[in-house]
């Protein structure tokens, strides 16, 4: 795609955000027919689905954001002067074409497209087909805005392909895809992984986890845990593990503590054998377990000998999303955020803050758990790669 001003690309957006607004009614009575239409007993899967008013007010607040931000591309990373004359600077330049595959998630079709155009990608939509009906209106949405300022619907695409299709085209695509990013569980991800013939970004699980050392204020550690996991569940943020020291102080009283407070909030609880007779009505707690991402009401909770314990625990066991310490020490702190294999390590924080939004980046394509070529939430200076340009008099290499 060529290479458009910044001046016209913000006068898009800005369209965007007139159209988003004017056509609130008729993207909400679409979502209720997704809505009504949705099969199945996922909470976590309904949660993204449903479109309200916040949730517009949310997109349009996704788009005013870019639309203020910096444009990313043909920015000078570093710029050197050869003795043989040669100039050679180093730019940001876009990826080119962009593919997003998710699932529910109507808002993704409208960060992911704002992002993708405001650093001069094209992008294409792979949306579930669940919020098929939510997509094509937000899609419509984007083609309107395009089209006020003479611009190709190109630029913005929804692909309604099945399993079968999208595997072909993954395998064989009929035009050029720079970026693949699937946004989804596991499965989804070998999937595309197995199949595409360019580049994948990986928008990892979340499954992620607490350790809890003798040291923590327990009070803090209460209401922050019980708020991680229960604020949105549906949300790859959202804490799943807790790992309790076992040299934890009052371990029987706070161990009834923290189950009576998830009880209180319907979360069921998995123990391991070390824990669980801490606790009224907890379940054991299966090795497999360690591994899965809830989004579900539904805590894991086991002991570890320490912190080296623990780090290994995480290692092992999370997504590479988010784990947070919880300790008064800050050099114990260090050392734990230092060796946790994590986009993203907390000293006495939620993980809910694992955030674009939150973690001052602005809209997001993604929460990246790649170390390729970034890592965390992949906002608009994350959607450019580099190019190398190299300005010269006739030099050859001698």
């Known amino acids: 795609m060529k290479r458009l001003d910044t001046d016209i690309k913000n006068k898009v957006l800005a369209s965007m955000i007139e159209i988003l607004n004017r056509d609130r009614q008729k993207i909400l009575d679409v979502n209720a027919q997704d809505i009504a239409n949705f099969q199945g007993q996922d909470q976590a899967l309904y949660d993204r689905l449903l479109v309200n008013d916040k949730k517009i007010d949310e997109m349009i607040r996704a788009v005013q954001a870019v639309s203020s931000q910096d444009d990313p591309v043909g920015r000078t990373i570093s710029e050197r002067n050869l003795e043989n004359g040669l100039r050679i600077s180093n730019q940001t330049a876009p990826f080119g074409t962009i593919m997003i595959i998710y699932e529910s998630r109507p808002d993704v079709t409208i960060e992911a497209a704002v992002l993708a155009f405001k650093a001069n990608n094209s992008i294409l939509l792979k949306g579930g087909k669940e919020a098929i009906y939510t997509n094509q209106a937000l899609v419509d949405c984007w083609h309107r805005a395009l089209a006020e300022h003479d611009l190709s619907e190109d630029w913005i695409q929804l692909l309604t392909l099945n399993r079968e299709e999208t595997q072909e085209f993954l395998r064989n695509p009929p035009q050029r895809l720079d970026l693949i990013v699937p946004r989804g569980g ?130 092992t066991c999370s997504g590479g999303h988010s784990a947070v310490i919880f300790t008064a020490d800050e050099t114990k702190a260090q050392a734990f955020m230092e060796q946790v294999d994590c986009a993203a390590v907390y000293h ?43 300005f010269g008099t006739g030099q050859i290499r001698e």
């Open 348 to 390: 006495n924080a939620s993980t809910r803050f694992t955030d674009g939004g939150q973690m001052g980046v602005g809209a997001e394509l993604a929460i990246s758990t790649d170390k390729l070529h970034h890592r965390g939430p992949l906002g608009l200076e994350q959607l450019v790669t580099n190019k190398y340009y190299v």
């Open 186 to 315: 596991e499965r989804l991800i070998a999937f595309v992984k197995e199949h595409a013939q360019c580049a994948v970004l990986i928008s990892g699980r979340g499954n992620n986890f607490a350790y809890i050392a003798p040291d923590a204020d327990w009070d803090m550690v209460v209401k922050v845990a019980v708020h991680s996991k229960i604020d949105k569940i549906s949300a790859c943020n959202a804490l799943d593990k807790i790992l309790v020291d076992a040299s934890l102080p009052n371990l029987t009283e706070r161990m009834q503590e923290l189950g009576k407070r998830f009880g209180t909030e319907s979360v069921e609880i998995l123990a391991d054998e070390e824990l669980k007779d801490y606790f009224s009505a907890a379940q054991s707690l299966p090795d497999e377990a360690w591994h899965e991402e809830f989004l579900a009401k539904k805590i894991a909770i086991g002991a570890v000998d320490g912190l080296s314990a623990a780090i290994e625990k995480i290692n």
